[in-house]
């Protein structure tokens, strides 16, 4: 599929199931709207879905994994090698979103679109890799534009072939040595912020190496000048290969009327990404949670997204994505399975209430 | 038991198990530190339980329900009679709390401690009545001590029996038409807010009567002058048998060392009393939502609790506790099934980062 075929099948939300799961929830035994984010989630996916749906949906979070080249500028507490170290971790069921993700009930792909070295055979990986990392984006783009599509694209078949198989959400998921500095660079240009106001300490850098990387993401829009106006130059010039991926992650997932729920403050790049090359991408969103790096509140606002959780998360990987998936299975068992007030015998509202 | 002898029970947390599990939380292939709320919370389980628990515990949510005379005032959008049909609602499943507890796999215990009627017989409802609602705090007060201190030894006492019986974490869930009238008024004398900064909307007043609200409370801490320094008088005067119910159910999670998980504003409440009765109680609370009650910021704030959920809750119930037991396995998991960096073969932080 092409990347406009791919925006060509996203469509808005559909209205009247919206409408209908209002008034169903205004049915159920409580005051209406106290269930409050519940409530914003249940309308939304009948938005998404057509219908209320009927059952929770199989749950699936793409974990995407690529390398950096700006992590020879000294951007990260960690070196690259941890990257591909951190993929086999994740094979072998002993990371954190290993743990979120089984909790949840969540099954997990990873994907190397962009790792530095060669992974061994590993279950759940997929080899789609695109490039051995990026390039430096200090001394020039990071990608080539055809670079970036390709893993756009790589992304979105991916989510094609998981809703075909019987996905019915999905959460975005990404582990990448240097991938906030690639993410902060991203949302300073999006949202015109300049770069000491959306980098942060990603995995635990101390005051002189959070100043150096503020000074990297300047150099990097300096060196590369990306367009504001167009996203893809933005992409390929500053972006991973994993948050390209991402993007594609999220465009299909809207193609596909499913609803994808957004990690941390990568993943939010990637979502910006989506939502400039298609803002109707945006609807088929949910936030998580709300991360430590100081670019994630500009990047929800950016976006429209309520984070519903404060874990002072800062591991990335999908573990806010997880946590959230739990909470939106909680919104499709309430319209499912509460009483309405007929049902139950409960009184409503005395007269004069207006709610 | 008597309510002496529940205090004496109380005692410190285990500083050394804390110690240790920070030091295992350090190992985990994770940045130090980057699961945040998670990791806090597994430390804490840690000091409450004397060691990392090897297995989430049972989990069970004990829901007190009883009634107000003040709603003669007009302070509710909903009828007195409500408290019932909710409680026959809960023993139906069909009930938030119902849905959320199963879903978080939470066990549910309903408490008639002050209902203004008599319940038939219902599956998972405790009858444990110490009078028939309370009276109208407006013109004097709502218990006697008596009363009050009656109710608080029917929560330590199910919780006893509940710890015997293999739970090993409880939360807090409530039923009360009026008692987001009773709690305002407990945590404006508790903090020494006004009213009119600690009153809301509860199930959904208007403008009208939400001025009619805080002037209800205003005029019962006038009428019945309670002594800040006093938490039973205090509780006695402006509080309700659900609400003492509840500083007995977290009194002995306390003195039964389990961690207690407080739902919202009116948990809160009942949390505020049981710190004012033994400040080490608060080391046994764990936050679970913010609730849309402005005065539950507040609360939070007094008794040092960080809300992980920001759902827009204003239910009760237990629904926001359920959610966050979920949260707190996830917590336990971590500790129990995440990788060691030497385990999974990951490389550490480069020299020089100091995380």
């Known amino acids: 599929m092409s990347l406009e075929m791919l925006i060509q099948k996203i469509k808005p939300l559909n209205q009247v199931a919206m409408t209908e799961a209002q008034r169903h929830l205004d049915d159920l035994t409580k005051p209406p709207g106290s269930l409050g984010v519940l409530e914003t989630i249940g309308k939304h996916l009948a938005g998404i879905y057509g219908a209320i749906p009927s059952a929770?949906?199989?749950?699936?979070?793409?974990?995407?994994?690529?390398?950096?080249?700006?992590?020879?500028?000294?951007?990260?507490?960690?070196?690259?090698?941890?990257?591909?170290?951190?993929?086999?971790?994740?094979?072998?069921?002993?990371?954190?979103?290993?743990?979120?993700?089984?909790?949840?009930?969540?099954?997990?792909?990873?994907?190397?679109?962009?790792?530095?070295?060669?992974?061994?055979?590993?279950?759940?990986?997929?080899?789609?890799?695109?490039?051995?990392?990026?390039?430096?984006m200090a001394r020039g783009p990071a990608m080539t534009q055809e670079q970036a599509v390709r893993a756009i694209l790589t992304g979105a078949d991916l989510v094609g072939e998981l809703a075909a198989a019987g996905t019915g959400i999905v959460g975005t998921g990404e582990m990448g040595i240097g991938n906030t500095t690639s993410s902060a660079a991203l949302i300073a240009v999006f949202s015109g912020m300049p770069p000491a106001d959306v980098v942060g300490r990603g995995?635990?850098?101390?005051?002189?190496?959070?100043?150096?990387?503020?000074?990297?993401?300047?150099?990097?829009?300096?060196?590369?000048?990306?367009?504001?106006?167009?996203?893809?130059?933005?992409?390929?010039?500053?972006?991973?290969?994993?948050?390209?991926?991402?993007?594609?992650?999220?465009?299909?997932?809207?193609?596909?009327?499913?609803?994808?729920?957004?990690?941390?403050?990568?993943?939010?790049?990637?979502?910006?990404?989506?939502?400039?090359?298609?803002?109707?991408?945006?609807?088929?969103?949910?936030?998580?949670?709300?991360s430590e790096e100081p670019g994630h509140k500009i990047m929800l606002e950016y976006l429209g997204l309520e984070p519903i959780l404060m874990m002072r998360f800062r591991l990335g990987e999908g573990t806010g994505a997880a946590l959230g998936m739990f909470v939106v299975d909680a919104a499709v068992k309430i319209m499912n399975e509460m009483a309405t007030f007929s049902q139950a015998g409960v009184a409503g509202k005395v007269s004069g209430s207006d709610g």
């Open 56 to 136: 929770t949906p199989k749950k699936t979070i793409v974990l995407m994994a690529g390398d950096h080249g700006v992590v020879a500028e000294g951007v990260s507490a960690f070196p690259s090698e941890v990257t591909l170290q951190m993929v086999a971790n994740f094979a072998n069921g002993g990371a954190g979103i290993n743990v979120l993700a089984r909790h949840a009930g969540v099954e997990l792909v990873c994907v190397d679109v962009g790792i530095a070295g060669n992974p061994p055979d590993l279950p759940n990986l997929r080899r789609c890799k695109v490039a051995y990392g990026t390039k430096n």
């Open 203 to 290: 995995t635990g850098l101390n005051d002189r190496q959070l100043e150096r990387k503020i000074r990297v993401v300047e150099q990097a829009i300096a060196v590369n000048r990306p367009r504001r106006e167009d996203p893809l130059d933005a992409l390929a010039k500053l972006g991973g290969l994993e948050i390209a991926g991402l993007t594609g992650v999220i465009l299909g997932a809207a193609a596909n009327r499913m609803p994808v729920v957004i990690d941390g403050f990568i993943s939010g790049a990637a979502a910006v990404v989506a939502g400039e090359i298609c803002p109707l991408a945006k609807e088929y969103m949910l936030g998580s949670h709300l």
